[in-house]
T-cell receptor, first 115, second 115 residues
């Protein structure tokens, strides 16, 4: 089954304790991206990657890191989480965008709470 | 910077037609997408417009006018299951990595379908 898998789905942590949210896709997609969703603010892009070893900042990259060492995996790293990073996080993937379109496939989301 | 505007809430009657508008101010515009998200779920792709005009997919249609920086999603024969949040999203050229993969979402329109 074609899917994007995120882990963990739910996490409660404390300020400053490094954590990693994993994301893996089995569709051989070049493009992967991370979003956070907060009430009233919609989905805001954190980082995206066009292919292995190619990453770029989205609209809200502060406090986050990513890496793309393999095509299928795109982990999101919070080196020193703070309470304002409490949010619902989505990973998404797609074939390369083109004039024909670019459907994003989303994972089920990871709800993170930082105390 | 970029901005997208869409109504925050819309209410419509089952069986009716509803139009959700999206206006955008961006640089490097490439295309406009629409996503549906039910409460507690992940966003799912509905449609993409890379060129001006109307795209039809079953009960859903989407329209784009690049000259007006405007698009809309049209839902026909509304069903109760259409109650969800709908997001427009713009795909943008990004010069950082020489590609065009940045995707920015609007804040979403919550559609309530009533009997």
């Amino acid at each position: 089954e074609a899917q994007v898998t995120q882990n963990p789905r739910y996490l409660i942590t404390v300020t400053g304790k490094k954590l990693t949210v994993t994301c893996s896709q089995n569709m051989n997609h070049e493009y992967m991206s991370w979003y956070r969703q907060d009430p009233g603010l919609g989905l805001r892009q954190i980082y995206y990657s066009m292919n292995v070893e190619v990453t770029d900042k989205g609209d809200v990259p502060e406090g986050y890191k990513v890496s793309r060492k393999e095509k299928r995996n795109f982990p999101l790293i919070l080196e020193s989480p703070s309470p304002n990073q409490t949010s619902l996080y989505f990973c998404a993937s797609s074939l390369m965008f083109s004039t024909l379109g670019g459907e994003l496939f989303f994972g089920e989301g990871s709800r993170l709470t930082v105390l | 910077g970029q901005s997208l505007e869409q109504p925050s809430e819309v209410t419509a009657v089952e069986g009716a037609i509803v139009q959700i508008n999206c206006t955008y101010q961006t640089s490097g515009f490439y295309g406009l997408s629409w996503y549906q998200q039910h409460d507690g779920g992940a966003p799912t792709f509905l449609s993409y417009n890379g060129l001006d005009g109307l795209e039809e997919t079953g009960r859903f249609s989407s329209f784009l006018s690049r000259s007006d920086s405007y698009g809309y999603l049209l839902l026909q024969e509304l069903q109760m299951k259409d109650s969800a949040s709908y997001f427009c999203a713009v795909s943008l050229f990004s010069g950082d990595s020489g590609g065009y993969q940045k995707v920015t979402f609007g804040t979403g329109t919550k559609l309530q379908v009533i009997p």
